[in-house]
């Protein structure tokens, strides 16, 4: 079974502190996608990455940056957190650049940034 | 750029009821649709997805949906609701990578 884990599932921050957030997968998958998760707005992609060391904006990527040094870890980085970054943070990876394989998702954090 | 609407924000049915959950898409040649459910606390697990040929595709947990081209849908349907599919669901169309419709929330009643 594929699995996605992510390093937090509750973080409370203050603002402007800074944060990481760290998505690791155990299948050796090329692709991989930070998502924010508010109600109300569903699933929106924040920046992905195709391979290692590159990264493409998604289609929220202000605020946010990301580092994929190794295949397996993708770490999506808030520089001077605010508090309408509070959210749900989903991390998901796929294999290969097929259009037919399935995204596998964390279990995703919870941000609350007071 | 694709798009995918899910009119339903929230819907409740009683358990053994059967359900139907609605999804409509904006592509101009052929779409891959998939539908994820997203349980409590929980991410997302895909449920099934369609890609081409038979329009009626099976998926996990009694799950199937309808891939209608001249409507432009892909319904997600279940004969018999259990009080364990309370969950929120997300409709999804391939644009490399996926876009996903707002969600639906599915509550179970007694």
């Known amino acids: 079974d594929v699995k996605v884990t992510q390093s937090s599932r509750y973080l409370v921050k203050r603002t402007g502190e800074k944060v990481f957030l760290e998505c690791v997968q155990d299948?050796?998958?090329?692709?991989m996608f930070w998502y924010r998760q508010d109600p109300g707005l569903g699933l929106r992609l924040i920046y992905f990455?195709?391979?290692?060391?590159?990264?493409e904006k998604g289609d929220i990527p202000e605020g946010y940056s990301v580092s994929r040094e190794k295949k397996e870890r993708f770490s999506l980085i808030l520089e001077s957190t605010s508090t309408n970054q509070t959210s749900m943070y989903l991390c998901?990876?796929?294999?290969?650049?097929?259009?037919?394989?399935?995204?596998?998702f964390g279990p995703g954090t919870r941000l609350l940034v007071l | 750029a694709q798009s995918v609407t899910q009119p339903d924000i929230h819907i409740t049915v009683s358990e053994g009821a059967s359900l139907e959950l609605r999804c409509n898409y904006s592509?101009?040649?052929?779409?891959?649709l998939f539908w994820y459910v997203q349980s409590p606390g929980q991410g997302l697990q895909l449920l099934l997805k369609?890609?081409?040929?038979?329009?009626l595709v099976q998926g996990i947990k009694g799950f199937e949906a309808e891939f209608k081209r001249s409507q432009s849908s892909f319904n997600l349907r279940k004969p018999s609701v259990h009080w364990s599919d309370a969950a929120e669901y997300f409709c999804?169309?391939?644009?490399?990578?996926?876009?996903f419709g707002k969600g639906t929330r599915l509550s179970v009643i007694a």
């Open positions: 998901a990876s796929q294999a290969g650049t097929g259009i037919r394989e399935t995204q596998y």
């Open positions: 299948m050796d998958h090329e692709n």
């Open positions: 990455s195709y391979d290692v060391k590159m990264k």
């Open positions: 592509y101009g040649a052929t779409p891959y």
């Open positions: 369609y890609f081409s040929g038979d329009t």
């Open positions: 999804a169309v391939l644009d490399t990578p996926l876009v």
